[in-house]
């Protein structure tokens, strides 16, 4: 009787830890922030600065103290051209929007991890793919596609980012570098990402 009794305490141990040691999925919820530069390396250096949002949705799996996750993002940028020579005609800017798709690829560790926080630090490689855009000058608009605009399809971009996890809360600070060029023309343009971004886990 005795070693049934120690025999079923071993089988449920062996149980409890089977299960805590099984990969975690977390699906999330999110929406943020970002600045989008492009740097024109011509002679003469210049640069663009595109201002926006994201939101998206994604899932990660843990497992001990790496992590791996996918996101889903649309992202909407946004840029307010001046026009100097405003006094001859009834204008005095362009903005231009440039919609796209992101799928970030994630993996990472997490230094620390606590039943009500976790912090994260990871790499890896997002995809950008340019949809459509729209122009508008004064109260006129027009839609465009990528290559009108000279913009290269798709993007690639290398990722350093790192995550917060304050109970169900769910916050982000993200860099992306771009690897290939922006630009369908011969002008080198390199590409830099902020994002910031908060949302919910499920």
């Given at each position: 009787m005795r070693t049934r009794n120690y025999l079923i305490l071993a089988f449920l141990l062996c149980s409890i830890i089977t299960?805590?040691?099984?990969?975690?999925?977390?699906?999330?919820?999110?929406?943020?922030?970002?600045?989008?530069?492009?740097?024109?390396?011509?002679?003469?250096?210049?640069?663009?600065?595109?201002?926006?949002?994201?939101?998206?949705?994604?899932?990660?799996?843990?497992y001990r103290r790496v992590f791996g996750e996918v996101d889903f993002n649309f992202v909407?940028?946004?840029?307010?051209?001046?026009?100097?020579?405003?006094?001859?005609?009834?204008?005095?800017?362009?903005?231009?929007?440039?919609?796209?798709?992101?799928?970030?690829?994630?993996?990472?560790?997490?230094?620390?991890?606590?039943?009500?926080?976790?912090?994260?630090?990871?790499?890896?490689?997002?995809?950008?793919?340019?949809?459509?855009?729209?122009?508008?000058?004064?109260?006129?608009?027009?839609?465009?596609?990528?290559?009108?605009?000279?913009l290269s399809n798709p993007n690639f971009d290398f990722l350093l980012g790192t995550q917060a996890d304050i109970g169900w809360l769910y916050l982000e600070i993200v860099y992306g570098l771009g690897i290939n060029n922006s630009l369908r023309e011969n002008i080198r343009t390199n590409s830099h990402e902020i994002q910031f971004n908060a949302g919910i886990w499920f």
């Open positions: 299960v805590a040691q099984r990969p975690k999925l977390d699906l999330k919820a999110y929406a943020g922030y970002h600045a989008h530069i492009f740097v024109y390396k011509e002679i003469q250096k210049s640069k663009d600065v595109l201002h926006g949002w994201q939101a998206g949705f994604g899932f990660r799996v843990s909407r940028s946004r840029i307010i051209v001046p026009i100097e020579d405003s006094l001859m005609i009834d204008f005095d800017k362009v903005e231009v929007k440039i919609n796209a798709f992101e799928f970030p690829i994630k993996i990472g560790f997490i230094p620390i991890k606590t039943g009500f926080f976790k912090w994260y630090l990871y790499t890896g490689l997002a995809l950008r793919v340019n949809t459509k855009g729209k122009f508008a000058v004064g109260d006129n608009e027009e839609k465009f596609k990528p290559k009108e605009l000279g």
